[in-house]
């Protein structure tokens, strides 16, 4: 065997299906019996399988430049490409977002179906015990039996969602082979409340609003969700991945609406309005009730003056929020950090001084945005690699 993938997800089964092409032989293992599960329930069951607009800047890294050469040698367009040779249907949800218009799953039989037209054997259900490095490549013992190639690529993901089958397998394989690693953590995940904060999120379940969320020099202006335990939503994914616990996050409840021009405007064509009702106007009745409450707010317009209306819309303009934490592996949607970059080749993805040693896709540790960057990366990372053994 010229190569041994470990991990059927989307990484891996592209991966294969490329160097296969190129007259490799391929083996890939995985330990589930049924594979490319994360990919079926991606996009609310639709899989955002690229973004047409990925750029270098859309991902997460410690070396942020790594992410470069993999991404310019694979394109959106390139992946578009083999999906229209599926006859897979497809639209553009927004913000460059690529989905399928039927389910998922297309894409998962059209990465076996490509994997195995290309002549790569797919063993699944397949526990994996051991990693050696031979004189000749490596050695998986697996609980099939021992399987021997020249080469090996780590495609395995990171830890998040164990339910579906992630575990931290690939991150044992760098650091037995000396490989340092960027610390995981659960990245593109709902943050959580305790105490009052958790409370008021809880009562106002459900409830949806556009905003803008910021943690640091990071911005996101998409959907924001109140949720029993904390906040979700597009915006709160994203921010996730760049907050860190015990770092206050700053919410823009109305970023299209000027509120205290708005509320003085009001103000002086109707004074007798109540605060309360002023600001249903502008957020959805449930929040502002919840948000009058909380803050001790009351009167009508006409009570109140410029300078306190100016501080009102402020708080509501820059609300404050310290979550507790997140939800952890159990939701997120991606993993965080995974083997340093500086110790693979940014060009074949391989390990500098292990020689035959590959890392792709979630394990590495590049992340990208909410959006269809991840696959992306997949797709990239793995084609780079491909044409590296």
Known sequence: MDVIILGAGAAGLFCAAEAAKRGRQVLVLDHADKIGEKIRISGGGRCNFTNIDTKPENFLSENPRFCIS???????????????????AWHEKKLGQLFCDGKATQIVDMLIQNAKKAGVTLQTGTAIDQVTKTADGFEVMTRAGLAKARQLIVATGGKSIPKIGATGLGYQIATQFGLPLIEPRPGLVPLTFEGAAKEQASALSGLSVEAVVRAGKAAFQEGFLFTHRGLSGPSILQISSYWREGQTIEVDLSPQTDIYESLRSQRQQSGRVAIQTALSEMLPKRLAQSVTEAEGWKGNLADWSDKKLKALAARLHQWQVLPAGSEGYRTAEVTLGGVDTKSLNSKTMAAKDVPGLYFIGEVVDVTGWLGGYNFQWAWASGYAAAHAV
């Open 70 to 88: 993999a991404l310019k040698r694979f394109s959106p367009q390139d992946f578009i490409d083999q999906v229209d040779q599926a006859g897979i």
